[in-house]
């Protein structure tokens, strides 16, 4: 089967969505898009988002375009592209305001205007919200807005497999639809790549289980290069023992992080902003205080420190922080208005990903990428708590208009030839029945998560990150090998999980190779045995280029057209 729109989105998320929104608005309507999605449509991750969404909103009261753009950088560790900051804080009130005139029901102050709560590494109070569900308000009223137009075709439940470039022109997308069992060809004139991040290959992370990386793997496998992999972020706030994230909202209402000498640790690290540090510094913060003993320990390894949120009192803790406490209590057993919560550091979100310009164009005419599978360059080093649903919205905006202008000018889409479809039907389906094959991929999986947990984590050096790549090396050659036994084509999640697998452990290799390479410590790339940032060196982003063999690495500048490194201190 083959089906054929103007602009195909893969991805439901907020940057999917904001891009469907504006191609069918700038478009009037006429261009056929296609959104897909291997979840229904809300489901996606994006709907978990809780603590909010930043934009200078009150400059009358203090805040500015140019504080919020320092923070950024400086949060960034001086490897965000200061031209892409500087768009960024512009557009981002916009799309503030724009949600509000779609109905989104901003949590507001007694004086009527939109409230803003404090979020890490952010100097002014900036995390617009709304309770502790940002992103599901955010996402309903996006596919709220998607209703007003007619030609928006979806296919939910659709897990895509491999993105075709031909002559360095977009062609198409393969997709198996999971609900029926159909493989077919999705073709288009323009691709919207917004399918999210990859923290699934962590063992102990705040993603959903669909995070697994598909579409920056499959952008890399198809000549796009991917930019700052080796920049992988750790919430401070991971729930024990499941990982759901507590958000940095509870900090920023006012939570203390506690040692188990009932300290308020951050005192020591980062004096000045204290629990709403960036999320780097915390988390290292956190790690430091349990690998000295200040934490509390568990059998399973799973040690943590505590978030004390009692002395803010019920009535606060229910009015901003809802979500929280029912998540505290049904998946901990804690009420946070008596107890302390349980937390640890978690993997929690990819500043690496496929390479844009400040566009989002990819390198591949007639391809943009926005949202966490891209990497525009506007994070650097370490991501801002509420920064990223906004540049979701700021760059699903953005793409969405570039990619239907393009539709709208380019001509009919060349025919592909069917040999390709064919190729790609028996690479997926040539999996079912290897019943003799003798690996688990659910145990190839487990092996690598559990490597990334200990050996690419929050600390890091030479010899484990050496470990980590023949480890990774190792298991790309067992995951041929594995054995899938669910044989029918509907709802294979045995095969979906040898896919996502593959997927995992290519973007893996890029995450160790770039960091064995990257021999300084910046934002959230922090190795013991090089401790200090290298400016002279290593102000540069980091490029994976796929080969057979394994990534090829290259490097390219940062621009720096505002503020000069200088050191970091909080
Ligand atoms: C628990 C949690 C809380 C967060 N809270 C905040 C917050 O308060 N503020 C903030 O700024 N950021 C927050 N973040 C980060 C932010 O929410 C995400 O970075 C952002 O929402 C990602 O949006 P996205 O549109 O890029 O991708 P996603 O929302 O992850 O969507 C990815 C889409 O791609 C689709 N897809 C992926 N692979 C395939 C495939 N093979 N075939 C078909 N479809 C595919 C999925 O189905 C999905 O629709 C949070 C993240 C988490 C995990």
Redesign the pocket.
Known sequence: MEAVHDVVI???????LRAAVEAARVSNDELDIAI????QLVR???V??????AAVMQPEEGDSLELHAWDTVRGSDFLADQDVVKRFVEESPKEILQLEHWGIPWSRRHDGRINQRPFGGHSFDRATFAEDK??FFEMHTLYDTLQKFARVTRYDE???TSILVDNGVFQGITAWALTSGEFFLIKGKALVI????ACRMFAFT??SL??TG??MAMAYRAGLPLKDMEFVQFHPTGLVPSGI?I?EGARGEGGYLINNKGERFMEKYAPSKMETAPRDIVSRSEMTEILEGRGFSRPDGLDYVHLDLRHLGADRINERLPLIREVAIKLASIDPIEKPIPIRPAA??CMGGIRTDIDGATPVEGIWAG???ACVSLHGANRL??????E?LVWGKIIGEKAARYAMARGSVAPTPPQRIQEEERRLFGWIGHGNGKEDVFLIRAELQRLMDKNVSIYRNGPDLEAALKKVRELKQRVEHVRVVDTSRIYNTNLVAVLETINLIDLAETIVLGALARTESRGAHSRTDFPDRDDVNWTRHTLAYYSPEGPRLEYSSVNISMWQPVERKY
């Open positions: 893969l991805g439901s998320g907020l940057a999917g897909v999605s291997r979840v996606s991750h994006s978990c988002a809780e603590g909010g969404t940002t992103g659709c897990y895509v917004a399918a999210g991040g705040t993603y669909s995070a598909d579409g994230l958000t929690h979100y949202g966490e599978v708590g509420a920064n990223s649903t906004a979701c």
